[in-house]
């Protein structure tokens, strides 16, 4: 399937090279300032057809790596260094009953395609130029400090969402609803925010902040130019994560820091929530938005910008409620807004018995990385679940955190896990916060003698690291009392010349600083990526799913995996 490369390239070149034409000189053309508008590849793709691995990198790398003398930030000597990806063969679903007693001998029936949607996590743009970043910490792997592909995470997240549209041309049956499940922005900031939203709503987007930099003269080529997003055209929600809100993902955003993010002084983060004092490679900073790589500055100013503050909880719930688009408000009521709670629920199709909880795992009291749910959620969540139980609704959860990653607050994993396996037409809990791939079935011990069946609980990873990676879902009603749960990873289909994918290359060069066992925990991972997942439904929601509306066409089989 390497052939994909080529037909990138040739897409590329073909859809570049009039913006990118010029007139005599002393003139400036439209097409030379025009914002362009990104291609993908010509041929489609998912996950199902071709996956980017993370290539083999010499024992050499890893050994100056490891020597200091290749430094992540060298940027300049990542493909020197062997670092960047290549296409491997695709994945097909992996099946699992487990949740489906009766499944191997069942007969079914009319297979009809009762919801799908797309699920992007943790795409935490990023703007590099705040005076607030963690830039300068080289030195250290924790947290939000430095990653080589922070300057192009916009292109690589407005990439997935072009290639979703692009995807939604094939499409017998639509897309219903996109879900954003946390850490927006991965400085909270203001901006950044609006970076997303704009991705999302379509429309002219400008990565940059302070003063306009152009650091490769021209449209279009570079991470701080403007370019355009088509915008996902689905009614769309998110759910808050730990990098709302918070400084950093971890810290208060106090006046102090927010001072510092609308100034122009580098600030020192690390010593303002973990007492280290400045060193080298432990240190505040920005990137030069000026220069080809986004070079790391740790002194002098960065041009200001007042739009750097983050927004508290109750503004950030206004500011998404009043976001253009569909739904009227994403999710969150006139109540919701005037409380400033960050949580909801919603049915995305009318007259389908299927309710999506949607939790604020945001904790406020303790702030760090780790989910929290509070006393008056838990009382809302409660009480969610038992509508559906009396409405006979099939139950998705959506949440920033997987429950093992809820450790603060009134409510913990295993209040979590217990509440969710009490109530049998729970069958999915879709979060993110870990940056990539997981599975498991959810079944409390304490259940386990009276036979409840679990639900799944599955992780999508961040636009953010490599693999960079999304993934569609489609439930199916199989006609006689099952469903299955189609979940499909998509890749960015960018072309290999582009900004977006470069973000992909440099950040399997970043995850090899992260981890020396990357491709082989990337192969693990397989088991987590494209799953099949079959459930027994309880008789009254199997009914009432019996004469719900539907699509004849199965777009996981008859689109996705027929690229």
Not at 43 to 63: G, I, M
Not at 279 to 286: L, M, P, S
Not at 360 to 385: R, V, Y
Not at 522 to 540: G, T
Request: aromatic share 8%; charged share 25%; net charge negative.
């Amino acid at each position: 399937m390497a052939w994909f490369g080529l037909l990138g390239r040739l897409c590329w070149i073909g859809l570049t090279l009039p913006l990118m034409a010029c007139g005599s000189e002393g003139e400036t053309s439209e097409a030379s300032t025009k914002a362009p508008d990104y291609p993908i590849t010509e041929q489609r793709y998912t996950t199902l057809q071709q996956v980017w691995w993370p290539k083999e990198v010499p024992a050499s790398t890893l050994a100056e790596r490891n020597a200091g003398t290749f430094k992540i930030n060298d940027l300049d000597r990542y493909t020197e260094m062997g670092f960047g990806v290549e296409l491997g063969p695709g994945e097909p679903w992996i099946e699992h009953d487990e949740l489906a007693p009766g499944w191997q001998s069942h007969t079914p029936g009319t297979r009809r395609s009762l919801l799908f949607f797309w699920h992007s996590s943790d795409p935490q743009v990023v703007d590099e130029e705040s005076p607030i970043r963690l830039e300068g910490v080289t030195g250290l792997s924790i947290g939000s400090t430095y990653r080589p592909q922070d300057h192009l995470v916009t292109q690589a997240f407005e990439s997935q969402v072009r290639t979703v549209r692009a995807i939604m041309e094939d499409l017998q049956r639509p897309l219903d609803f996109t879900i954003v499940t946390g850490d927006l922005a991965d400085g909270g900031q203001h901006n950044e925010l609006d970076w997303v939203f704009k991705i999302l709503e379509g429309g002219t987007v400008d990565p940059d902040s302070g003063k306009d930099d152009d650091p490769v003269k021209g449209p279009g080529n570079d991470y701080n130019d403007p370019y355009v997003s088509r915008g996902i055209s689905t009614p769309w929600y998110a759910t808050i994560g730990n990098h709302e809100v918070q400084y950093t993902g971890i810290a208060d955003a106090s006046q102090e820091v927010q001072d510092a993010a609308q100034g122009s002084d580098v600030f020192q983060g690390l010593e303002y929530f973990a007492g280290i004092a400045p060193a080298d490679g432990v240190r505040g900073g920005f990137r030069d938005g000026s220069t080809l790589n986004a070079d790391v500055t740790t002194e002098g100013p960065t041009p200001a910008d007042p739009d750097r503050y983050i927004p508290d909880l109750p503004e950030l719930v206004s500011i998404l409620s009043a976001e253009p688009g569909d739904p009227v408000g994403h999710g969150y009521s006139t109540e919701d807004v005037d409380a400033g709670r960050g949580y909801y629920s919603f049915r995305p199709i009318d007259g389908l018995p299927l309710r999506l909880i949607a939790l604020n795992t945001l904790s406020l009291d303790i702030p760090g990385s780790e989910g929290a749910i509070d006393d008056e959620q838990w009382a809302w969540f409660q009480a969610e679940l038992d509508a559906a139980d009396q409405a006979h609704e099939i139950v998705f959860v959506a949440s920033h955190h997987a429950a093992s990653a809820i450790k603060l607050g009134d409510h913990k994993r295993a209040d979590v896990e217990s509440l969710m396996a009490s109530h049998d037409n729970i069958i999915l809990h879709l979060c993110g916060h870990s940056h990539t791939s997981d599975s498991k079935i959810i079944l409390p011990d304490a259940e386990a003698a009276s036979g409840h069946r679990g639900y799944w609980e599955v992780q999508t990873p961040s636009t953010l690291d490599f693999p960079m990676q999304t993934r569609f879902w489609e439930l199916v009603d199989e006609g006689d009392g099952f469903v299955t749960l189609y979940a499909t990873i998509l890749e960015q289909n960018a072309p290999e010349d582009s900004l977006a994918h470069q973000a992909r290359q440099i950040a399997a060069g970043h995850g090899w600083f992260q981890n020396a066992k990357l491709r082989e925990d990337f192969d693990m991972r397989k088991a987590h990526r494209n799953l099949k997942l079959h459930f027994k439904l309880p008789d009254d929601v199997a009914a009432a799913i019996a004469s719900a509306p539907a699509q004849d066409s199965i777009a996981s089989e008859d689109t996705l995996a027929s690229y």
